[in-house]
């Protein structure tokens, strides 16, 4: 993630607020990570809260929130069942937070909570790897990256039959004159723009928009990143 232009993200999560119109007070932000998109939230005066299913994530989010002086609760939950003490002003899930949704169903679940604990007319932001960038780009092809502190081997498989992508990453850590190993194995659900669309409607939502990375033109077929922006009904 080290080439990640974080603030630029934020700046642009802001530039869909001010052209949906809304002026959010309080965001969640789900599948947080290790808390970047919200620490900068935060610092730019949203009264934020941190989401994720990862304890590890979450540890690392709730140091840097801590070394930054910052107040943010970080609460270790399961997307697909949001429970918060009281509607909120927006949502976000940046950086393949819904391409971890491995099912239909579950990412009905998701959309629905999202759906429950937005106030009326709040706002939903978030991205997907696109189904061309799983399927082509990333899908049955393997990278390697070498440096001098880590390196890593990247195999992906992907099944056109259940339009999951297999990652599976080796990565090695110079630890003084020798190298440790650690290994890490995720799956991702490639969706198309359409079915993003139509289960949004389907879990009341409304004037569902999707973009291009960065811009408000609509996304094309090669488009690796796509973002949506959706109302409650």
Known sequence: MEDVNYPGWVDYIERIFKKHGVKPVQIVDLACGTGNITLLLKERGYDVIGID?????????KEKAVKNGMDIPFIYQ???????HGPVDAITCICDGINYILSL?????????????L???????????????LSS??????????DEDISYIWLNYF???SNICEMYL????KEGE??????????????????????????????????QPFTFKPPKKSSQRIFFAARKT
């Not at 399961?78 to 918060?84: A, I, K, N, P, V």
């Not at 939903?124 to 960038?133: E, R, T, V």
């Open 53 to 61: 299913q990862s304890e590890d994530m979450l540890s690392v989010a």
């Open 78 to 84: 399961d997307m697909r069942h949001l429970e918060l």
């Open 105 to 117: 169903r579950d990412l009905d679940m998701v959309f629905q909570s999202v759906c429950r604990y």
């Open 119 to 133: 106030k009326p007319d709040g706002i939903f932001i978030f991205d997907i790897s696109s189904y061309y960038k």
């Open 137 to 146: 780009i990333l899908g049955n092809n393997t990278i390697v990256r070498t």
């Open 159 to 161: 099944d056109r039959r």
């Open 170 to 173: 080796s990565f090695f850590t």
């Open 178 to 211: 020798y190298y440790r190993r650690f290994d890490e194995t995720h799956y991702q659900r490639a969706y198309k723009a359409e079915e993003i669309i139509r289960r949004l409607k389907h879990n009341g939502f409304k004037n569902i928009e999707a973009y």
